[in-house]
């Protein structure tokens, strides 16, 4: 073996020789003819040349020479002080300590140097040298101990401190808006001024209004949109019908929630001797919403619709999403039809996607529908009805169900994951929080959504075409190992390759564990284990799903990436092509829509978590009966049969408790007491933390840690 000095002045002769090109650790190693024995300790010499700045690493994890060329991605925070840095070229996630930060806060874009290689599951680490620019000048926050600034953002890990005469007349308890206007203060929280009183804390009114400032999902629309969409008809106007096929006499039907006022797709059915023909027909926003104009970037801009709770932030003007955009029944509509013809075995031996023009016969509700399914009957109280109707929704139920087979027998994994109903009072206050019942009818249109989507996918995948696809990737090779340690506790395991595992694996040990206690919670874990589906110009399939192609073309009224489609969908249809110009454009719409996606669902969660605190609040002192959903160093999370969640500290527990994390357990030193997901038990509410948004709890069965009087 080489010494270690020897090896060091090797390599870095090496690294700056003139004709040098950058490579990876395991292409020097080949080069070197170093053993496979020892290549740990190269991989430890190369760490120490990096921290020592004696050689670089670059995006792609190439040994480059050390000449100060920086890396540069988005900081994400944590609530403990650390974060994470993802790079700009390769999209890879580096660990960042909360001592090599430099003053970054969540969603800052830094440059940064690699200080140690990704090993095995572990990943790369970096250091922040510089904050390139700041993801925000203000934040939103609560006032608390008079001067600071609680920022509503869990990933900004600061307080923000307002000086006496930068309060602005806020006190303890108002949400407001700061500019923060020193943010590098050496050992010091960073400074601002308070700009907006905009609620208080005590007030349900304020907030959903208070979230929606803090995520940035205006309601307001701009003013030059106002003065576009004045234009805009409110009914198909005659020239509009050229071209297109007429399925107005089609029996067309849509269902929706009771509630639901942006109706983006209908669905009709004809069934046969040979099998059925299904019909999608799907909103023609692309019609009204024309590509450039300042409705069409402000839709850009927003990426999605919010839905949030009993109110809806809409990605386009109501003029449109409730109106000549909407699929409402008894009034002729624009629309992109996928007309398919299935088999009596729900497999598609014919298809077209074709520009129509529908007309709607009614709005049907997930509960009518599923009224007739259960009692193959119409309601009584219904005096007007086609003699047709009920026979249309049993034909639907029983392709949705040949449907349902063939996801099944493909591998398609169905998390069934409880969501809650949470109602709210005239006030905003929330008076109820319950488990939310899925019902078969929400299946069928479900079932007839996602072939919709995997047939158009399919098409222009096949045909070259430049698009937008929905991609869900396989799991990362440690994840699944990491999974299988965590799964052997409770005598499960997903079979088959790590590195090729199929969906079908994850639906068997869903299948497996049904009915079982720890139900939930392996659910919950496997869950995690998954990849983040987005958006891609890349055809890469979905996992989850079990699909070699899948996109998402069913909602433009709600969603951007569908109604992007769907001029490529026109034109394609028309034989126009621009296939350049959609090449330029599409990345920057796929990363926009994936991050404004993700948005609006940490705002819809953070306006659940708020409210369920709220709910909790009249039941302290009062004990319920629980599961173990979650478990770290810190924190046991208990989940209530109502979906609401709380925490118990570990720092509350009599005892000096170790945790597993492969087996995701507590357990004390001296009494072996453990503490483990999917585990019963009982908890007491002490405490509600409106600001955190987080229901305290502690064990009912005395095991608190007692305090010293």
Avoid at 344 to 371: A, C, F, H, L, P
Avoid at 408 to 419: L, N, P, S, T, V
Avoid at 492 to 517: A, C, N, S, V, W
């Amino acid at each position: 073996m080489i010494e270690k000095s020897k090896r060091e002045k090797l390599l870095l002769e090496f690294v700056n020789e003139p004709s040098y090109k950058p490579m990876k650790l395991k292409d020097i190693a080949g080069l070197f003819g170093v053993p496979r024995t020892e290549r740990e300790e190269l991989n430890l010499l190369v760490n120490e040349l990096i921290s020592k700045k004696k050689i670089s690493i670059d995006n792609e994890g190439r040994i480059t020479r050390n000449k100060g060329a920086l890396n540069t991605g988005t900081f994400s925070g944590t609530q403990r002080g650390f974060g994470f840095i993802e790079c700009d070229e390769n999209g890879e996630e580096l660990f960042v300590y909360e001592d090599e930060r430099h003053g970054a806060l969540n969603g800052d874009k830094v440059e940064f140097v690699i200080t140690k290689l990704k090993k095995g599951d572990k990943k790369g680490e970096a250091k922040i040298v510089k904050v390139i620019e700041r993801a925000n000048s203000t934040i939103i926050g609560t006032i608390v101990d008079d001067h600071f600034c609680v920022p509503r953002d869990k990933k900004i890990d600061t307080d923000i401190y307002i000086p006496t005469k930068k309060l602005n007349g806020a006190v303890n308890g108002h949400i407001v808006e700061v500019e923060i206007t020193r943010f590098d203060i050496p050992g010091k929280n960073p400074e601002g001024e308070v700009v907006e009183i905009i609620g208080h804390i005590t007030d349900p009114s304020d907030d959903i209004k208070v979230i929606l400032r803090a995520f940035g999902l205006e309601t307001e629309i701009p003013f030059e949109v106002e003065e576009e969409i004045k234009n805009v008809p409110t009914e198909v106007l005659p020239n509009e019908y050229e071209g297109r096929t007429d399925l107005r006499d089609v029996y067309t039907v849509t269902i929706d929630g009771a509630d639901t006022k942006d109706i983006d797709d209908a669905v009709s059915i004809e069934k046969h001797e040979d099998g059925f023909r299904l019909i999608v027909s799907i909103a023609d926003v692309s019609h009204y919403v024309k590509e450039g104009t300042a409705l069409d970037k402000d839709a850009l801009r927003r990426g999605t619709s919010a839905y949030l709770i009993d109110k809806v932030v809409p990605m386009l003007p109501r003029k449109l999403s409730n109106g000549i955009c909407s699929l409402n029944p008894k009034v002729d509509r624009l629309a992109l039809s996928a007309i398919m013809d299935l088999d009596n075995k729900g497999k598609i031996v014919n298809y077209s996607i074709e520009e129509t023009v529908i007309r709607s016969r009614r709005k049907m509700t997930y509960d009518e529908v599923q009224y007739m399914i259960d009692n193959e009957t119409v309601p009584e109280e219904w005096d007007n009805y086609e003699d047709i109707i009920l026979q249309k929704f049993l034909d639907m139920n029983e392709l949705s169900l040949l449907l349902r087979k063939k996801r099944d027998k493909r591998g398609g994994i169905d998390f069934d994951i409880a969501e809650c109903k949470i109602t709210l009072d005239e006030n905003g206050k929330c008076i109820d929080v319950k488990p939310y019942e899925r019902k078969k009818s929400m299946e069928i249109i479900e079932e007839f959504m996602l072939l919709a989507n995997e047939t158009v996918a399919r098409e222009f995948c096949t045909n070259n075409v430049p698009f937008v696809y929905r991609v869900h990737e396989k799991p990362d090779n440690e994840k699944i190992q990491a999974l299988n340690i965590f799964l052997s506790n409770y005598g499960y395991r997903l079979k088959g390759r790590k590195d090729d595992i199929h969906p079908m694996e994850f639906q068997k040990l869903l299948e497996e564990i049904k009915d079982t206690q720890e139900a939930g919670m392996i659910t919950r874990v496997t869950l995690r284990s998954m990849k983040q589906a987005k958006y891609q110009v890349e055809c890469l399939g979905h996992f989850g799903l079990a699909l070699d192609y899948y996109c998402h073309f069913t909602s433009p009224i709600r969603r951007y990436p569908d109604l992007q489609i769907h001029r490529i969908i026109k034109e394609y249809l028309h034989s126009e092509q621009r296939a350049k110009h959609y090449n330029s454009i599409l990345p920057d719409v796929c990363k926009q829509c994936s991050k404004m996606e993700r948005n609006a669902e940490e705002a819809e969660r953070e306006i659940e978590a708020l409210k369920k605190t709220e709910f909790m609040e009249q039941f302290i002192g009062e004990t319920f009966e629980g599961i173990i959903s979650g478990v770290n160093s810190w924190n046991i999370f208990v989940e209530l049969p109502n979906t609401v969640s709380g925490v118990v500290r570990v720092s509350d527990l009599n005892g000096d408790f170790i945790y597993d994390k492969e087996s995701y357990t507590l357990e004390c030193k001296a009494t072996k007491r453990r503490f483990m997901l999917g585990q019963k038990v009982s908890v007491k509410v002490v405490g509600v933390d409106k600001i955190l948004k987080e229901v305290n709890f502690v064990f009912a069965n005395g095991n608190r840690k007692k305090k010293r009087k």
